[in-house]
């Protein structure tokens, strides 16, 4: 099973159900050219030429009807009940700890307080959440709707901070917060070069 990164905060709009869309960078960019989707697989784009001409065949990386795991910052644990103890995984967002047969392969497995390991690398095993794509297309990333910004779980505001201290917020529109939380994520490929992107729709699996 394939797995998907996502910052804490937008980890936590999936739970709420605010987020039910994410947008991810197609690489190579096909500068110049535009993306049709295939008749016989819509996982399959065709990328052609300013003739129309078709010049190759690309599938998105998370295909429609997939489940996929989100990965999240962890640690192997120990569950301790009135009946038992069990290796566990610590999860960062949230202090969650649930049994995980698997943790107990850590030598640090038992204690509390081992290393938060990156969400990088996170197993399917030690994953809480699952979410299901629902739809994929190829678009350029300024096509975004108002609509599509709030799919993406934005809100409307996002906080301003002096050091560690809040001092108020921006009110930058659901748009706004998106072209600001992109720009973080993807310094290669920023809001103003509008590469072309893979749009995915999805629901979570519970």
Known sequence: ????????????????????????????????????????????????????????????????????????????????????????????????????????QYPDGQFHNAKWRSPLFMPEWAARYFIEIKDVRAERLQEITLEDAKAEGMPLALPYTRGNDFVGARNLGRLGCFQVLWDSINKDYPWESNPWVFRYEFGRNT
């Open 1 to 104: 099973m394939n797995g998907i990164l996502f910052k804490p905060e937008m980890v936590q709009a999936i739970v709420e159900g605010r987020k039910t869309v994410t947008r991810r960078v197609i690489k190579p960019q096909p500068i110049g050219r535009q993306f049709i989707t295939t008749t016989m697989n819509p996982n399959v784009f065709a990328l052609l030429d300013g003739t129309e001409k078709r010049l190759k065949n690309l599938k998105a990386p998370y295909e429609v009807g997939e489940t996929v795991y989100i990965k999240e910052a962890w640690r192997p644990s120990w569950k301790a009940t009135e009946h038992y103890s069990a290796p566990a995984v610590e999860y960062k967002l949230g202090g969650e700890i649930l049994a995980r047969t698997q943790a107990g």
